[in-house]
């Protein structure tokens, strides 16, 4: 491996040898946390159904669509600085589902309701915080 990045290349060639360049450990650090995710949520998708069809897909489908999610989200929290927050309201929703589901099943209505709630509160908050800051800027 070499010490420096050059321009955009995996692999360098330097005295007839091939060697990865620092840009290709980062690209299997990344695809490496792409697969751990997949596998990680593999248990929560058999809380919802035992086929195993649907549970290879919906793993392909969730590491195809993370990559892109991901620029999305990017892109999108510089403008809605309240997003992080709505979303760890979900995650903390989530969480306490997943611990009272022995004592307690919230229908999925409910739980997809809750988080369509959450989102839309989120950001009618961002709206009113840009409104504000806008507004005492003179804007």
Same mark, same amino acid.
């Given at each position: ?11 360098? /060639?330097?005295?007839? *040898?091939? =060697?990865?360049?620092?840009?290709? !450990? $980062?690209? #299997? ?5 792409? @697969? ?42 510089? /403008?809605?600085?309240? *997003?992080? =927050?709505?979303?760890?309201?979900? !995650? $903390?929703? #989530? ?5 009272? @589901? ?38």
């Amino acid at each position: 491996m070499t010490d420096t990045i050059d321009n955009e290349h995996f692999f360098v /060639r330097k005295n007839g *040898l091939l =060697y990865a360049t620092p840009l290709m !450990l $980062v690209l #299997i650090l990344v695809e490496l946390s792409d @697969v751990i995710f997949a596998v990680d949520s593999i248990p929560a998708i058999f809380a919802v159904t035992t086929d195993p069809f649907i549970v290879l897909t919906s793993n392909l489908f969730a590491i195809l669509g993370l990559r892109a999610m991901y620029f999305l989200l990017a892109g999108v929290a510089e /403008r809605f600085s309240m *997003l992080k =927050y709505g979303l760890a309201v979900i !995650l $903390v929703f #989530i969480g306490i589902k997943m611990l009272i @589901v022995d004592f307690y099943h919230i229908p999925i209505a409910v739980s997809l309701g809750v988080v369509f709630g959450i989102l839309v509160m989120t950001f009618i908050i961002n709206a009113w915080v840009n409104y504000r800051h806008d507004k005492q800027r003179g804007e």
